[in-house]
């Protein structure tokens, strides 16, 4: 095989679905969670029995909004629903409910930093429809069972210009997407379980050419890493076409896992005319500009305002950054953590990642229901920047203080430094210049690079031992 995949550019635009939290579904109240049992959450509305009427979920509309919101997007303030007709099993009123000429926002954009450096994704559009059902072919030998559960769960697609150059690019964007869409609190985005997959449009071209080649749609991806794989796989396999002198033709394939491959589902030729027209049932979208600015008003800050604070202004490397970002209480948390002590930045985002977090997900507790306040950490971690207690010392009082619900955190690190006063600190010094003779000697004698090996020396002998008092003790003989 040649290694000529240098010479040619990959071009990759993304459709993502975004399974919307709402208690109802899009067009009627039936529950949009998920249920094992099937067809338990489906009225008439969502049976598409004939007769019934759509009713919108302003909950829906408001989602969309605070989504286009955070990402610069153009609000449509007047938009409208459409149907989008086709046929299959598991869509009952053989349309979905969607839109195509009006979405309800336009444009906008999305900043990634990656590890070739920074890069802005364009947005397209977003859009609003509903779910279809469930084809499910795997629990009976003869039939396939339709759950309509999922029928009619409001969903956001959002589609991307094809900015995407590198299969590491699309990794990040989808994982900076749910990070957001779980700020705002309109989805789990969880892409394992179905509530955020995306379909992938992959084209090649030779590297420097500014043309736009045929594409492939690799549709419902589930996973960072089976986007990242078909991406590896068509680019690989367009690439092999072009050079042996063939054309891509447009497909709409699918991604097969347990081989890493993708394989041609449909042609161009019988692609769907969906018919589109608005759909008559439903009154067009009108959104006011109070309506505007209260939902602008209740974006929070986001996880790329925090990723900027923390790398440029708290000086954290964007790794301890994107653990501290990645939910919004622990990233408020630390923020309130070091406000009054902007000393305190790097040591307290160390706890955070090496102590708390991991303790948080063992307990399986949230920041909420540690027994402390933020104050009472802020001061044990004071404690150490001052020398007062050493981190060993911090770490006992930290577990002494999550494993009894008694003490509180300000009254163990007192009792930590009373114990360690009853140290006779000149004894000490006098001791250990006696086991050293030689060094105490050149050490009095001004040598001041020794009082480290001393320090060294009494903090491994008498752990708890105050530091900054041990220190002055030292200098003291050092100046004399
Ligand atoms: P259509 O209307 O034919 O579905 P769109 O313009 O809506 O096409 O694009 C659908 C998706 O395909 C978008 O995510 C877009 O970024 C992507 N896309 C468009 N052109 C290309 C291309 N040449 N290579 C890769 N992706 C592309
Ligand atoms: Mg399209």
């Known amino acids: 095989m040649t290694n000529s995949t240098s010479s040619w550019e990959t071009i990759i635009g993304l459709e993502i679905h975004i399974q919307l939290n709402t208690l109802t579904k899009a067009f009627c109240d039936d529950p949009a969670r998920f249920s094992t049992e099937a067809n338990t959450q489906t009225g008439y509305v969502s049976l598409a029995h004939p007769g019934t ?135 789990d985005a969880n892409m394992e379980e179905g509530s955020m997959r995306c379909d992938v449009n992959v084209s090649v071209r030779p590297s420097g050419s500014e043309e736009y080649r045929e594409r492939c749609e690799v549709k419902n991806i589930n996973s960072r890493r089976f986007a990242r794989k078909a991406i590896e796989f068509e680019s690989a396999r367009q690439i092999a076409l072009w050079e042996a002198g063939q054309a891509v033709v447009r497909q709409t394939m699918q991604f097969v896992p347990e081989e890493g491959v993708t394989v041609p589902i449909r042609q161009k030729e019988s692609a769907h005319d969906y018919r589109y027209f608005p759909d008559p049932d439903l009154p067009p979208i009108k959104i006011s500009q109070a309506q505007l600015d209260t939902w602008r008003n209740s974006i929070p800050t986001l996880p790329s305002e925090y990723l900027r604070l923390f790398t440029r202004e708290k000086n954290l490397s964007l790794a301890d950054a994107q653990v501290l970002a990645e939910d919004p209480e622990v990233a408020r948390y630390y923020v309130e953590l070091v406000q009054e002590e902007p000393a305190l930045n790097k040591s307290a985002a160390n706890w955070l990642i090496q102590t708390m977090l991991p303790w948080l997900r063992e307990q399986n507790k949230k920041i909420g229901e540690l027994p402390f306040g933020v104050k009472s950490l802020g001061f044990l971690l004071s404690q150490v920047r001052l020398g007062v207690l050493n981190l060993q010392q911090a770490q006992e009082v930290w577990i002494q203080i999550t494993t009894s619900s008694q003490a509180s955190l300000e009254d163990l690190v007192k009792e930590k430094l009373d114990a360690a006063r009853q140290f006779d600190i000149p004894g000490v010094v006098e001791d250990l210049f006696s086991s050293f003779p030689v060094e105490a000697d050149e050490f009095k004698k001004g040598k001041k690079k020794l009082l480290g090996f001393f320090l060294g020396e009494i903090k491994k002998k008498f752990p708890g031992i105050p530091v900054k008092e041990v220190q002055e003790a030292l200098n003291r003989y050092l100046a004399g």
């Open 53 to 187: 009427l759509p009713l919108p979920n302003g909950k829906q509309v408001e989602s969309a909004v605070r989504l286009g919101l955070a990402l610069d997007c153009t609000i449509n303030t007047h938009s409208w629903f459409e149907r989008k007709q086709y046929f299959y099993p598991d869509l009952p009123k053989g349309y979905q409910i969607s839109q195509q000429a009006s979405p309800v926002c336009l444009g906008g954009r999305m900043d990634l930093e990656t590890s070739q450096g920074s890069k802005t994704i364009r947005i397209h559009h977003i859009h609003m429809e509903e779910d279809a059902g469930k084809s499910v072919h795997d629990t009976d030998p003869v039939w396939s069972r339709i759950d309509l559960n999922r029928a009619g769960v409001p969903l956001l697609e959002m589609v991307t210009e094809p900015d995407f150059r590198t299969a590491e690019e699309v990794t990040v964007f989808l994982t900076d997407l749910q990070r957001l869409v779980r700020y705002l609190d309109i989805s």
